[in-house]
Protein backbone atom coordinates (compact mmCIF):
# COMPACT_ATOMS: atom_id res chain seq x y z
CA UNK A 1 0.00 0.00 0.00
CA UNK A 2 1.14 3.46 -0.63
CA UNK A 3 1.78 5.46 2.14
CA UNK A 4 0.39 8.82 1.37
CA UNK A 5 2.09 11.86 0.89
CA UNK A 6 1.97 15.01 3.47
CA UNK A 7 0.77 17.94 1.74
CA UNK A 8 3.03 21.01 2.81
CA UNK A 9 1.84 24.29 1.93
CA UNK A 10 4.11 26.73 0.33
CA UNK A 11 5.05 30.56 2.06
CA UNK A 12 3.17 32.20 -0.83
CA UNK A 13 0.07 29.48 -1.33
CA UNK A 14 -2.79 29.71 -3.06
CA UNK A 15 -1.67 33.61 -3.96
CA UNK A 16 -1.30 34.94 -1.07
CA UNK A 17 1.94 36.79 0.08
CA UNK A 18 5.11 35.42 0.30
CA UNK A 19 6.63 35.49 3.84
CA UNK A 20 2.81 36.44 5.24
CA UNK A 21 0.35 35.39 8.01
CA UNK A 22 -1.80 35.03 5.18
CA UNK A 23 -0.53 32.27 3.46
CA UNK A 24 -0.30 30.36 6.64
CA UNK A 25 -4.03 31.12 7.41
CA UNK A 26 -4.79 29.71 3.84
CA UNK A 27 -2.53 26.07 4.83
CA UNK A 28 -4.88 26.19 8.16
CA UNK A 29 -8.03 26.60 6.24
CA UNK A 30 -7.50 24.02 3.36
CA UNK A 31 -6.40 21.53 5.49
CA UNK A 32 -2.80 21.71 5.06
CA UNK A 33 -0.36 19.09 7.23
CA UNK A 34 2.35 21.50 7.14
CA UNK A 35 3.10 25.26 6.41
CA UNK A 36 6.58 26.42 5.17
CA UNK A 37 7.91 29.51 6.08
CA UNK A 38 11.07 31.05 5.49
CA UNK A 39 13.44 32.07 8.80
CA UNK A 40 16.13 34.53 9.29
CA UNK A 41 16.79 36.52 12.12
CA UNK A 42 16.16 40.45 11.81
CA UNK A 43 15.92 43.44 13.90
CA UNK A 44 16.01 41.48 17.12
CA UNK A 45 13.67 38.96 16.41
CA UNK A 46 13.02 35.80 14.08
CA UNK A 47 11.41 36.93 11.05
CA UNK A 48 9.52 35.50 7.72
CA UNK A 49 12.02 36.45 4.78
CA UNK A 50 13.14 34.34 2.22
CA UNK A 51 15.49 36.99 0.92
CA UNK A 52 18.44 39.36 2.85
CA UNK A 53 16.97 42.53 3.65
CA UNK A 54 18.06 45.92 5.71
CA UNK A 55 17.14 46.07 9.32
CA UNK A 56 14.80 48.66 8.76
CA UNK A 57 12.63 46.35 6.52
CA UNK A 58 12.82 43.55 9.01
CA UNK A 59 11.27 45.40 11.74
CA UNK A 60 8.17 45.31 9.37
CA UNK A 61 8.08 41.74 9.20
CA UNK A 62 5.88 38.57 10.59
CA UNK A 63 7.40 37.27 13.27
CA UNK A 64 7.90 33.20 13.35
CA UNK A 65 6.23 33.59 16.55
CA UNK A 66 2.98 34.86 15.16
CA UNK A 67 2.88 31.10 13.11
CA UNK A 68 3.85 29.00 15.84
CA UNK A 69 1.05 30.97 17.64
CA UNK A 70 -1.59 29.80 14.87
CA UNK A 71 -0.21 26.74 14.42
CA UNK A 72 0.20 25.67 17.95
CA UNK A 73 -3.67 24.92 18.87
CA UNK A 74 -4.43 23.28 15.36
CA UNK A 75 -3.26 19.35 16.64
CA UNK A 76 -0.86 17.77 14.60
CA UNK A 77 -0.41 20.40 12.05
CA UNK A 78 3.31 21.23 11.54
CA UNK A 79 5.40 24.32 10.92
CA UNK A 80 8.09 23.65 8.37
CA UNK A 81 11.09 26.40 9.03
CA UNK A 82 13.30 26.54 5.77
CA UNK A 83 16.03 27.67 7.25
CA UNK A 84 17.98 30.69 5.49
CA UNK A 85 20.47 31.62 7.97
CA UNK A 86 22.01 28.51 9.89
CA UNK A 87 22.48 30.52 13.29
CA UNK A 88 18.90 31.08 13.85
CA UNK A 89 18.28 26.93 14.57
CA UNK A 90 18.79 27.30 18.39
CA UNK A 91 16.49 30.28 18.64
CA UNK A 92 14.10 28.27 16.56
CA UNK A 93 14.17 25.50 18.44
CA UNK A 94 13.54 27.04 21.74
CA UNK A 95 10.70 29.20 20.75
CA UNK A 96 9.22 26.07 19.64
CA UNK A 97 9.10 24.37 22.22
CA UNK A 98 7.60 27.10 24.06
CA UNK A 99 4.34 26.11 21.94
CA UNK A 100 5.01 22.90 22.59
CA UNK A 101 5.95 21.88 18.96
CA UNK A 102 8.19 19.00 19.11
CA UNK A 103 9.77 16.50 16.99
CA UNK A 104 6.61 15.60 15.80
CA UNK A 105 5.22 18.65 14.42
CA UNK A 106 8.50 21.24 14.06
CA UNK A 107 10.35 20.57 10.09
CA UNK A 108 13.63 22.42 9.75
CA UNK A 109 14.94 22.47 6.28
CA UNK A 110 16.91 24.89 4.29
CA UNK A 111 20.37 26.12 5.58
CA UNK A 112 20.36 22.77 7.72
CA UNK A 113 24.15 21.63 7.26
CA UNK A 114 25.22 17.83 7.80
CA UNK A 115 28.16 19.32 9.80
CA UNK A 116 25.92 20.90 11.73
CA UNK A 117 23.99 17.56 12.99
CA UNK A 118 27.20 15.50 13.67
CA UNK A 119 28.01 18.42 15.92
CA UNK A 120 24.08 19.14 17.49
CA UNK A 121 23.02 15.75 17.12
CA UNK A 122 20.33 16.52 19.62
CA UNK A 123 18.53 18.61 17.03
CA UNK A 124 16.99 15.60 15.51
CA UNK A 125 15.20 15.01 19.02
CA UNK A 126 13.10 17.97 18.84
CA UNK A 127 12.60 18.71 14.84
CA UNK A 128 12.47 16.75 11.78
CA UNK A 129 15.16 17.54 9.40
CA UNK A 130 14.45 17.30 5.69
CA UNK A 131 17.88 17.71 4.47
CA UNK A 132 18.24 19.68 1.40
CA UNK A 133 19.91 17.63 -1.22
CA UNK A 134 22.24 20.81 -2.23
CA UNK A 135 23.18 20.55 1.53
CA UNK A 136 23.72 16.82 1.42
CA UNK A 137 26.18 17.62 -1.61
CA UNK A 138 27.91 20.49 -0.42
CA UNK A 139 29.20 18.62 2.24
CA UNK A 140 30.76 16.42 0.07
CA UNK A 141 32.56 18.79 -1.88
CA UNK A 142 33.77 20.46 0.47
CA UNK A 143 34.93 16.88 1.60
CA UNK A 144 36.78 16.30 -1.52
CA UNK A 145 38.78 19.60 -1.27
CA UNK A 146 42.60 19.30 -0.30
CA UNK A 147 42.40 19.75 3.94
CA UNK A 148 44.58 23.45 3.58
CA UNK A 149 41.48 24.55 1.25
CA UNK A 150 38.93 23.55 3.61
CA UNK A 151 39.05 26.88 5.63
CA UNK A 152 35.96 28.46 7.95
CA UNK A 153 35.52 31.18 5.05
CA UNK A 154 35.33 27.91 2.03
CA UNK A 155 33.36 26.17 4.03
CA UNK A 156 30.74 29.23 5.10
CA UNK A 157 30.78 29.92 1.28
CA UNK A 158 30.00 26.79 0.19
CA UNK A 159 27.52 25.87 2.28
CA UNK A 160 26.20 29.59 2.65
CA UNK A 161 25.82 29.55 -1.56
CA UNK A 162 26.38 25.69 -2.60
CA UNK A 163 24.56 25.26 -5.82
CA UNK A 164 27.44 26.86 -7.82
CA UNK A 165 29.34 24.18 -6.35
CA UNK A 166 26.59 21.81 -6.66
CA UNK A 167 26.41 22.45 -10.56
CA UNK A 168 30.27 21.42 -10.90
CA UNK A 169 29.19 18.04 -9.49
CA UNK A 170 27.14 17.37 -12.04
CA UNK A 171 29.12 15.10 -14.51
CA UNK A 172 28.79 12.58 -11.68
CA UNK A 173 25.63 13.07 -10.32
CA UNK A 174 24.40 9.66 -9.70
CA UNK A 175 27.57 8.85 -7.62
CA UNK A 176 27.07 12.00 -5.46
CA UNK A 177 23.37 11.10 -5.17
CA UNK A 178 24.28 7.71 -3.47
CA UNK A 179 26.49 9.40 -0.87
CA UNK A 180 24.22 11.42 0.07
CA UNK A 181 21.62 8.88 0.59
CA UNK A 182 24.20 7.40 2.60
CA UNK A 183 24.47 10.98 5.06
CA UNK A 184 20.99 10.80 5.54
CA UNK A 185 20.91 7.09 7.26
CA UNK A 186 24.34 7.98 8.86
CA UNK A 187 22.61 11.19 10.18
CA UNK A 188 19.05 9.98 10.92
CA UNK A 189 16.98 12.37 9.24
CA UNK A 190 13.53 12.24 8.27
CA UNK A 191 13.89 12.65 4.45
CA UNK A 192 16.13 13.92 1.68
CA UNK A 193 14.56 17.31 0.30
CA UNK A 194 14.62 17.49 -3.36
CA UNK A 195 13.63 19.39 -6.14
CA UNK A 196 11.52 17.43 -8.10
CA UNK A 197 12.48 18.06 -11.50
CA UNK A 198 15.80 16.17 -10.33
CA UNK A 199 14.26 12.92 -9.69
CA UNK A 200 13.45 10.34 -12.28
CA UNK A 201 12.16 6.76 -12.13
CA UNK A 202 15.86 5.23 -11.76
CA UNK A 203 16.59 7.73 -9.32
CA UNK A 204 13.88 7.51 -6.72
CA UNK A 205 14.38 3.88 -6.83
CA UNK A 206 17.59 3.81 -5.80
CA UNK A 207 17.06 6.07 -3.74
CA UNK A 208 14.31 4.22 -1.63
CA UNK A 209 16.75 1.33 -1.70
CA UNK A 210 18.73 2.79 0.90
CA UNK A 211 15.79 2.92 2.85
CA UNK A 212 15.89 6.81 2.83
CA UNK A 213 12.52 9.11 2.15
CA UNK A 214 11.98 11.49 0.15
CA UNK A 215 10.39 15.03 0.26
CA UNK A 216 10.22 16.95 -3.36
CA UNK A 217 9.87 20.84 -3.82
CA UNK A 218 8.08 23.05 -5.31
CA UNK A 219 5.62 20.81 -7.17
CA UNK A 220 2.71 22.98 -8.82
CA UNK A 221 1.55 20.89 -11.92
CA UNK A 222 -1.36 18.85 -11.47
CA UNK A 223 0.51 16.33 -13.49
CA UNK A 224 3.76 16.00 -11.36
CA UNK A 225 1.75 16.44 -8.23
CA UNK A 226 0.01 12.79 -9.36
CA UNK A 227 2.99 11.31 -10.37
CA UNK A 228 4.74 12.10 -7.43
CA UNK A 229 2.21 10.93 -4.76
CA UNK A 230 2.01 7.65 -6.57
CA UNK A 231 5.43 7.39 -6.40
CA UNK A 232 5.41 7.26 -2.48
CA UNK A 233 6.94 10.77 -1.26
CA UNK A 234 6.69 11.24 2.39
CA UNK A 235 5.95 14.97 1.48
CA UNK A 236 5.08 17.18 -0.93
CA UNK A 237 5.51 21.05 -0.76
CA UNK A 238 3.39 22.78 -3.72
CA UNK A 239 1.89 26.39 -4.02
CA UNK A 240 -1.67 24.62 -4.62
CA UNK A 241 -2.67 22.88 -1.54
CA UNK A 242 -6.27 22.45 -2.41
CA UNK A 243 -5.54 20.64 -5.78
CA UNK A 244 -2.70 18.13 -4.28
CA UNK A 245 -5.44 17.62 -1.61
CA UNK A 246 -7.79 16.82 -3.84
CA UNK A 247 -5.60 14.76 -6.04
CA UNK A 248 -4.17 12.93 -2.14
CA UNK A 249 -8.13 12.50 -1.37
CA UNK A 250 -8.67 10.42 -4.68
CA UNK A 251 -5.86 8.26 -3.97
CA UNK A 252 -7.01 7.20 -0.52
CA UNK A 253 -8.48 3.48 -0.45
CA UNK A 254 -11.51 2.69 0.07
CA UNK A 255 -13.88 -0.53 -0.32
CA UNK A 256 -13.05 -2.38 -3.56
CA UNK A 257 -10.57 0.46 -4.79
CA UNK A 258 -7.06 -0.42 -5.89
CA UNK A 259 -4.35 0.08 -2.83
CA UNK A 260 -1.49 0.45 -5.94
CA UNK A 261 -1.20 2.92 -8.63
CA UNK A 262 -1.97 1.63 -11.60
CA UNK A 263 0.94 0.26 -13.96
CA UNK A 264 2.86 3.10 -16.23
CA UNK A 265 4.87 1.92 -18.22
CA UNK A 266 7.38 4.47 -17.65
CA UNK A 267 7.14 4.47 -13.71
CA UNK A 268 7.45 7.87 -11.66
CA UNK A 269 7.64 10.32 -15.00
CA UNK A 270 10.87 11.00 -15.63
Known amino acids: ?6 ITAHSGCEGTPMDSVESVEAAIRLGADAAEVDVRRGAGSLVLS ?13 RLEQVFALVAPRAGMKVNCDIKEADVIPDVLALAARYGLDNERLVL ?4 HPAYLRENPRVLERARVALNLEQALAELYLEGLPARERTAQTCALVRGTPWPYVR ?5 ADAHLERACGMCVELGVWTLNVPYALLTQERMERIRARGVRLSVWTVNDEEWIRSMLACGVASLTTLRVGLALAIRRGMEPGPGTRTEPPPRKEGCRS
Do not use: K, N
Request: hydrophobic share 30%; net charge negative.
Open 168 to 172: EMAGE
Open 50 to 62: HDRRGEAEYASRP
Open 1 to 6: MIQLAE
Open 109 to 112: SGSV
